[in-house]
């Protein structure tokens, strides 16, 4: 299994209050991603990570930033928690274009 | 606007049978595909993939066709296994880009 620790687990927050999650690797992958899952919606990325860095939006950033300081950390930030953003978010990694992605075992995320 | 669409949520199959998914993409660039496999409470896992330079890629019991002409793939699992009932992702991305759009999976039950 690639080396890939998602943290916390499982997270239960309020409405309005900040919450970052983490994405830790091992594997010394360039490219990092959050994505969520929502029923219906299959995968939908948020955030991505090209380099230390170095990041840009993806189709449903809006309410979210990250921050990678570092190769190995990519932290996602709901900067004010709301009932929409409740939902199964995954960290993966990839090196390089085209070979296939590497997720974490997620983080589950329920704003109340 | 969803680039990559399965349009069955869920499919049934009696053990030993073939598990036939379908997948159908809208961006003529994409030219690499691949498929996850998801367990409740896990991550997503690849399964198989094929560049748009192959119309067919095998693995074990997995078997990916592609059309091109008809922006369509599909993913044969023959014989199908009770371990094989998970959710199934589609995902494709274009050469010029390391993201990867999903479509909104697949549920298959295997049944006894």
């Known amino acids: 299994d690639a080396g890939i620790t998602q943290s916390p687990r499982h997270k239960v927050t309020e409405t309005g209050t900040p919450v970052t999650l983490r994405c830790h690797q091992t594997?010394?992958?360039?490219?990092m991603y959050w994505y969520r899952q929502d029923p219906g919606h299959g995968l939908r990325l948020i955030h991505y990570?090209?380099?230390?860095?170095?990041?840009d939006k993806g189709e449903v950033s809006d309410g979210y930033s990250v921050s990678r300081s570092k190769t190995e950390d990519f932290l996602l930030t709901l900067e004010s928690a709301t009932s929409s953003q409740t939902s199964v978010y995954f960290c993966?990694?990839?090196?390089?274009?085209?070979?296939?992605?590497?997720f974490g075992q997620g983080t589950r995320l329920t704003v109340v | 606007d969803q680039q990559v669409k399965q349009n069955s949520p869920s499919l049934s199959v009696q053990e030993g049978r073939i598990s036939i998914l379908n997948c159908d993409y809208t961006?003529?660039?994409?030219?690499?595909f691949l498929w996850y496999k998801k367990y409740p409470a896990e991550g997503p896992t690849f399964l198989i993939s094929?560049?748009?330079?192959?119309d067919k890629n095998e693995d074990g019991r997995f078997t990916v066709f592609l059309n091109k002409s008809a922006k369509h793939l599909s993913l044969h699992i023959v014989p199908s296994q009770p371990g094989d009932s998970a959710v199934y992702f589609c995902?494709?991305?274009?050469?010029?880009?390391?993201?990867?759009?999903f479509g909104a999976g697949t549920t298959v039950t295997v049944r006894a």
């Open positions: 990570s090209y380099g230390v860095k170095d990041t």
């Open positions: 594997e010394n992958h360039r490219y």
């Open positions: 995902a494709a991305s274009d050469g010029n880009d390391y993201k990867l759009s």
């Open positions: 961006n003529s660039m994409f030219d690499y």
């Open positions: 094929i560049s748009s330079i192959k």
């Open positions: 993966a990694i990839s090196e390089p274009v085209n070979t296939e992605a590497f």
